[in-house]
């Protein structure tokens, strides 16, 4: 039975433990601007320091297909980062949405174990 407990105890200060780590990431949001041949995902940084977000955007086609695309950019405070997916005639797009999740980058850009190697931090 003690053997039980101490089994319990670790599964539970494990669970704790991992639960208290910070989450950075955050979603944010993105404004998809839909054209007949284009479908554009925008994010803006409204935020005083550096953000790199992963952007995703969807253009639904007059066919019903989807087409999907993904972007990676690093958004300085008050610049914006996009994501673009294309069609060609004789389909155009009809509907559109787009995605984001950032993380802060921290002073200078990096994040902060960079930081801590460079001895900043």
């Given at each position: 039975?003690?053997?039980?407990?101490?089994?319990?105890?670790?599964?539970?200060?494990?669970?704790?433990?991992?639960?208290?780590?910070?989450?950075?990431?955050?979603?944010?949001?993105?404004?998809?601007?839909?054209n007949p041949f284009q479908v554009a995902g925008?994010?803006?940084?409204?935020?005083?320091?550096?953000?790199?977000?992963?952007?995703?955007?969807?253009?639904?086609?007059n066919d019903g297909m989807a087409l999907w695309?993904?972007?990676?950019?690093?958004?300085?405070?008050?610049m914006y980062g996009y994501a673009y997916v294309?069609?060609?005639?004789?389909?155009?797009?009809?509907?559109?949405?787009?995605?984001?999740?950032?993380?802060?980058?921290?002073?200078?850009?990096?994040?902060?174990?960079?930081?801590?190697?460079?001895?900043?931090?």
């Amino acid at each position: 039975m003690q053997k039980f407990k101490s089994v319990v105890l670790a599964l539970v200060l494990g669970v704790a433990a991992i639960s208290a780590t910070p989450a950075h990431a955050f979603s944010v949001y993105a404004q998809a601007v839909v054209n007949p041949f284009q479908v554009a995902g925008q994010v803006m940084n409204s935020f005083p320091q550096p953000v790199f977000c992963a952007i995703r955007v969807q253009g639904i086609r007059n066919d019903g297909m989807a087409l999907w695309a993904n972007a990676n950019a690093g958004i300085y405070p008050g610049m914006y980062g996009y994501a673009y997916v294309y069609t060609s005639y004789p389909f155009n797009f009809v509907n559109g949405q787009a995605w984001a999740d950032c993380n802060y980058m921290g002073r200078y850009g990096l994040s902060p174990e960079e930081l801590a190697l460079i001895g900043q931090e």
